[in-house]
């Protein structure tokens, strides 16, 4: 069985969701600290923090890619800090590098809605349709969830690519 933790980060809270193909197993909204030491212990799968249908196999976090809409700004720089030491500490735990997804904005709204063009509204509403009566997620968790499914999709599909392929190259 294969379960994925999701993380949709931000400069100073981020989202993390554990995905089991069908169901969202547990899902939070924290400051970064704290989810880095949820990463850490998941990553470590100590007992204290999981039982063993919510110990995730896999790594999907959304990262920074390329030309940004936007102003490059201290938020964007320390997200995308803060992307790197939460992969780190999964891969500290000894966990593969094949196990950490790093997927884009742009390639989660194709994947999902089959458009760059998509915003959040389409993604959770694509959400909404393929997990018929979820409760529980809100504002940033929506998008942790979403690149949850969509490296849970790839992974299923076997579609690989150099963004998926970077941590192992």
């Not at 809409?69 to 320390?78: H, I, R, Y």
């Not at 915003?119 to 959770?124: A, P, Q």
């Not at 490296?151 to 579609?159: A, E, Q």
Request: positive net charge; aromatic residues 6%.
């Amino acid at each position: 069985m294969r379960n994925l933790m999701g993380i949709d980060p931000g400069p100073k809270s981020s989202a993390l969701v554990i995905w089991d193909g069908q169901r969202v197993v547990l899902s939070d909204l924290a400051p970064n600290r704290d989810i880095q030491d949820l990463v850490r212990r998941y990553a470590r799968m100590e007992d204290t923090v999981s039982t063993r249908s919510e110990r995730p196999t896999h790594f999907a976090i959304e990262v920074i890619r390329g030309a940004w809409g936007g102003g490059a700004g201290t938020e964007l720089f320390d997200t995308a800090l803060w992307s790197g030491i939460f992969i780190g500490e999964w891969l500290a735990a000894g966990r593969p590098c094949n196990s950490v997804a790093p997927l884009s904005r742009t390639k989660i709204r194709v994947h999902l809605c089959g458009t760059q063009n998509s915003g959040d509204k389409e993604i959770v509403a694509v959400l909404k349709k393929r997990i018929p009566g979820i409760t529980g997620i809100a504002t940033h968790k929506w998008q942790a969830l979403a690149v949850a499914v969509a490296v849970d999709d790839r992974l299923r599909c076997g579609v690989t690519g150099k963004e998926d392929e970077l941590l192992c190259a």
